[in-house]
Nanobody, 116 residues
Framework: QVQVVESGGGLVQPGGSLRLSCVAS????????MSWYRQAPGKERELVAS????????NYAKSVKGRFTISRDNAKNTVYLQMNSLKPEDTAVYYC?????????WGQGTQVTVSS
């Protein structure tokens, strides 16, 4: 069955960096685009970044462009989110996502807290 498992979250000071990882299984990873979403308390889940199946195309939310970088290693079935210059407003649970029509699959999420 399809699984995506996130890791790498934690507590970091403003201006700091974190790298999130998402390991996927149960499908041919290199054939699918992958995405990172986040959900802050009391807010709707929002798309943070997405990457095409071979990593040639990426897209970012305006709020993270220039600070976050999405990448993937198809040999390791893993997608990454490098987060630099973190701000308190980046605090959220971050989720990995893959869409294999007609379903979208989500991990359990990893908490990122940006606070001094």
């Amino acid at each position: 069955q399809v699984q995506v498992v996130e890791s790498g979250g934690g507590l970091v000071q403003p201006g700091g960096s974190l790298r999130l990882s998402c390991v996927a299984s149960g499908f041919t990873f290199s054939m699918y685009g992958m995405s990172w979403y986040r959900q802050a308390p009391g807010k709707e889940r929002e798309l943070v970044a997405s990457i095409s199946s071979y990593g040639t195309n990426t897209n970012y939310a305006k709020s993270v462009k220039g600070r976050f970088t999405i990448s993937r290693d198809n040999a390791k079935n893993t997608v990454y989110l490098q987060m630099n210059s973190l701000k308190p407003e980046d605090t959220a649970v971050y989720y990995c996502n893959v869409v294999r029509s007609p379903r979208a699959y989500w991990g359990q999420g990893t908490q990122v807290t940006v606070s001094s």
